[in-house]
């Protein structure tokens, strides 16, 4: 991330061979340990995690590598995710407790959430919201929602209500794992996504 980033935080990328692009992950550190997002191909110098996080059962990514962490994915992502070779270990629920105090919030993609971490104000997201340069069909647009075909039977009008309890948050970052993040006017442009 560039300089002015939040304490604790760490984004790379990484190239995706299917997507044929960058992709982001996340790292977090937390009074519980280490905590990756999606993680694809860590850097070594953060060492191991104490917990990976899936936003949804795409990004499993490198996962099945990283041993002996807590690994959490919504309910729906816990199947999908063990033919990967990920044994999901915790529930990412809206109500339950996750390290580092981070929340998931369930978005109208049944096996996907996104997380709020409250100590670095931001949003990060898997697939529901995308950045500027992401495929498909790329724009300069700084935010904005995956194509309606991704929701399987939700519509971007449920998307966007499953979204909004995000506006009631100080969001400061939009951390989005296709395209590049949302570190100006973060709240502003959530809104006006979430506004259609």
């Known amino acids: ?15 995706h061979d299917h997507w044929e692009e960058e992709v982001a992950s996340l790292a977090v550190a937390t009074a519980e340990g280490l905590v990756l997002i999606d993680p694809i191909a860590p850097p070594p110098e953060l060492g191991k995690p104490a917990h990976v996080l899936f936003t949804v ?40 407790e996750l390290p580092g105090r981070i929340r998931a919030v369930q978005t109208a ?5 996104v997380y709020w971490l409250p100590e670095q104000h931001a949003v990060v997201a898997g697939d529901v919201l995308l950045g500027a340069g992401a495929k498909p069909r790329a724009t300069d647009e700084p ?6 075909g991704w929701l399987g039977k939700a519509t971007h009008r449920d998307l966007r209500a499953s979204l909004a309890p995000l506006l009631e948050l100080p969001v400061e970052r939009v951390l989005v794992s296709h395209g590049a993040p949302v570190l100006d006017n973060a709240e502003r442009e959530l809104a006006r996504v979430l506004a259609g």
Do not use: Q
């Open 1 to 15: 991330m560039r300089a002015g980033a939040a304490p604790g935080l760490r984004r790379w990328t990484s190239f």
């Open 57 to 96: 059962y795409w990004h499993a990514r490198s996962g099945a590598e990283l041993r002996g962490a807590r690994m959490w994915a919504s309910g729906r992502s816990k199947r999908p995710l063990a033919n990967r070779g990920i044994e999901v270990t915790d529930v990412a629920a809206p109500e339950g």
């Open 109 to 113: 993609r049944a096996a996907e959430v």
């Open 143 to 148: 935010l904005r929602l995956c194509p309606e």
